[in-house]
């Protein structure tokens, strides 16, 4: 496009960025439209699709054109393309993660397992006692090799 208004001149041209614009704003408040991302999902998201385009500063030097397409092009290509991957990435996750009934990373299900190999030696030397164990469903005949903790 910069190439075609520094040659043909025509202002009529500048409609064309401009109406991409607009469309491609409106698709894009489209596509965000429950995805809910979080603060680090959302810098993340910037902070790389700010890199890509620098990336693609470095290939558009390396490929040294004088074209201003070139230098408008591959950075905009290559930031569009990984704010898109990522973007969607996250709208999954977070899509999903509504679906199982989690809200936010904070409100997450949470599974701990707390293994103690040293209760096999202390269970070994606790005296069996049938009349206590048959007497008493609550009483502690061993303790635990392994617990599992889940919280919701």
């Known amino acids: 496009m910069a190439e075609a208004l520094q040659n043909n001149g025509s202002s009529a041209l500048v409609l064309i960025p ?3 614009t607009v469309l491609g704003t409106t698709l ?3 596509s965000v439209k429950g995805a809910y991302l ?9 902070y790389s699709s700010g890199g890509a ?3 693609g500063l470095g ?3 390396l490929i040294e054109s004088e074209s201003a397409s070139v230098w408008i092009g591959i950075p905009s290509a290559l930031a569009l393309v990984t704010q898109q991957i990522l973007f969607h990435k996250y709208k999954n996750e977070n899509l999903l993660n509504g679906l199982q009934g989690r809200r936010q990373r904070d409100q997450a299900f ?4 707390k293994v103690t190999p040293e209760n096999y030696l202390i269970n ?3 005296p069996v006692n049938a009349e ?21």
Do not use: D, E
């Open 18 to 20: 401009a109406g991409a």
């Open 28 to 30: 894009g408040q489209k």
């Open 38 to 46: 979080t603060k680090r999902q959302g810098s993340t998201i910037s």
């Open 53 to 55: 385009a620098l990336f």
């Open 59 to 61: 290939v558009a030097t």
């Open 110 to 113: 949470k599974f701990s397992m």
């Open 124 to 126: 070994k030397r606790i």
């Open 132 to 152: 206590v164990a048959g007497t008493n469903p609550n009483a502690v005949v061993s303790n635990p090799l392994v617990s599992l903790k889940l919280t919701f």
